[in-house]
C-alpha cells in the first residue's frame, strides 16, 4: 500500500463542472447570436420590420428575471448579462441592416497610434461591424496625419477621439474637423480599461516605475499612489510604452511597468500584474468616423446628427437657436464652442443632436436654424451608440411631432406653394448694426464703381445726407467690353473701405472671382455677386465657407427657381447670411435696360424665407425710371434697394445714365419713407 496516497483534490469534479458550463454557456451565445444574425438578415431585406422591438425586448427581459429569480440567481446580476447581450444583438443586427460606404475593394482606415491602443481597438471593433470585405487599419503619428491621408485620398476613413468621459473635449480632433470640409459617418464609444503590464515573470515588488500616457497617468491616481516609491513616467501613448518594455538595455525594463490595454498587453507578450486599475470604473472615449463623403445610415437605425453653427452676437442670439430644437421636440446631446480663429471671443458651436438629418422632425428644425445661424455646416447623421448604454431596455425616445417633409432646396419655404403666413420665420442678415429683415427697409446706395479716393469719399458722404445706411461700389467691375473701366481692384477697395469707415456706412462690393475673395473679406463688410456670376458655382461655392453676408444678383436670364438654387449653394456650404437681388432680366422688351421682374419679390416670398432686395438701376438704365422703380419694389414688400448714385453723374465712368444725382436720391428717399411706412416697415 502506497504511504502517502496522492489524494483526489475534492474541488477537482465541482470544477469540471464549471468548464463544463462554460463551454456550454459559449455554445449557448454562439447558437443564439447565429439567430440574432437571421433576424437581422431578414429585417435587412423587409425595410418595414423596425430594428428594435421593443415590447418584445421588454417581455424577454421580464421572463429573464424570472427565470433567474427561480433559479436563485440576483435580479441586477441576471439583468446586466442580459444587457450585454442585447447590446451586442443589436450592434450585429445594425451591422448587417447598414450597410454603407464606398465600394473599394479594401476599406483603409487610418487612426491615431500604434497597434495595441485603444484608437486601434476601437478602429478594428467598429470596421468588422461596417464591412464584411477587406480591410485595412492603420496608425498614423498624429491626428493631424490621419486628417491630411483622408483629404488627400490615401484611406477611405479616418476614426479619431473627440472626448472622453473624464478628460472631456479633445480639441485638436474638434480642430480639424471644423478646419476641413469632412463629414462624421459613424461613432464608436469605446470602454477604456487600464492594466499594468510588465515583462514575464516580473512580480509587483520589482517595479520601480510606471510609465503612461498622461491623461491615463492621471486616471490611476489612487492605483498609483498606493505604491510607494513608484515613479511615474509620462509616456507618448499607450501602446507605445508597452512596446517601450521589450525595448533598452535589460536592468531597465526590469523595473519598469506600463499602463496600457489588456490587448497591448497580448499584442507585446506581456504580463498583466493588476487590472480595472482608473479611479472610475467608467472611463469612456467616444470616436468619430470622418469621411470626405457624407453617408445616409438606414432610417430604422437610432441616429445622431452633428452640427456646427454661428450666430450672430446679440444677446439671445444662441437661446433662440437652441429653442428651435426644443420647439421640434428634437433633444440636444452635446453642445461645445470653439472660438472663431479670425473673430477675437466669438465663437461656433458644436451640437448633436438625436435624429437623422432628413428625419422630418429634423430637417424641420434645421429649416428653422437656418433662419437664426449666420453660418451652419451639417457635419453627419450616424447611428447613435451613446444612447442605449443605459436605457437600451426603455422606450424609445418619444417621436418628434410629425413635420413638414424636407424640401427640394433649403432655402424654400417648408410649404412651398402655400402663402407665407405673417409668423413664418423669415431669417435675416446682419450687417454691423443694421438688420436686413425683420421688418426693417434698408437703403443702400452709392456709385457704380469707386474711381478715384475723392469719389467714394464724396459719394460717402452724399450717401449718408441722404438716409441710405450702406454704401455699395465695385471695385472689380465685371464689365460687359473688355476696353470699358475694369475697376480699381485692391486700391479701390481701399478707398471703399476708407470712406465707409469715415461716414459709418457698411460697405457693399462685388467679388468677381475665387482670387480676389480674401482682399475683398478684408475691405468690405457685404460680398455682391453680380448677375454676371450667379452661375459661377465654382465662386458661390467658396463664398459658401465664409461668415460675411452675401448679396446675390439674380441671373439676366435665371429663373426664379434658378436663383434659389444659387443661393442653395452658399446655404449649402454653410453660410447663411444670404440676401437675394431682383435686378430685372432680359425679356423682348427694349425700352429698359432690362425688365424689372416685380412679381419675383412676392413670388421669392413665398418661397423662401431669405431677405430680398431690389436693384432699380441696372433694371432700368435710365435715372428718370429709377425712382418709380424703386417705389413699386418697396410698395411689392421689398426688405430693402441698391441704387447706384454718384456725387457728379456726368463724370461717371460706369453705368452713367443710371446713377442718380444726389438731390434724386433725396427725393427718392423722401417718396419711399411713406410707402415703406404703410408697409409697417421700421426704416
Ligand atoms: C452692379 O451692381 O454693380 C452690377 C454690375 O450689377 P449686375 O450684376 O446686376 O449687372
Ligand atoms: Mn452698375
Redesign the pocket.
Known sequence: MDPNPVLPDPLDPIRKEIDDADRQLIQILARRFDAVKRVGSVKRVDEDTPLLDTERERRIQARWIQDAEALGLAAPFARRVLKEILNHSHRVQEALIDQRGPAAARIHCGYQGQPGSYSALAAAHLLAHRTTGETAINGYPAFQDVGKALINGEIEYGLLPVENSIGGSIADVNRLICDHNLHIVDEEVWQVEHVLAVLPGMQMADVRTIRSHPAALTQCETFLSSLEGVAREPWSDTATAAASLLEGPAHQRRDTGAICSEEAARLFGLDVLARSLADRECNETRFVLLAREPETPDSRLPCKTSLLFRVNHHEGALVHALSVFAEARVNLTRIESRPLPDMPWEYQFFVDVEGQMDSPALAGALIKLRAVCTNLRTLGSYPSRTRRRDSHLDLPPVPAEAAAPAPEVSCVMEVPSAPAPADRSRSSVRIGNITLGEGNFVLIAGP?AVESRQQILDGARMVRASGAVMLRG?AFK?RTSPHAFQGLGLEGLKYLQEAGRQYELPTVT?VLTIEDIPAVMAHADVL?V???NMHNFALLKELGRLNKPVIL?RGMSATVKELLLAAEYLLSGGNLQVILCE?GIRTFETSTRATLDISSVPVLKRLTHLPIIV?PS?AAGDRELVIPLALAAAAAGADGLIVEAHPRPEEALCDKAQALYPDDLTQMVAALRPIVAAQGRVW
Open positions: 457704380c465695385g465685371p462685388e455682391q453680380g448677375a454676371r444678383k435686378r436693384d441696372h
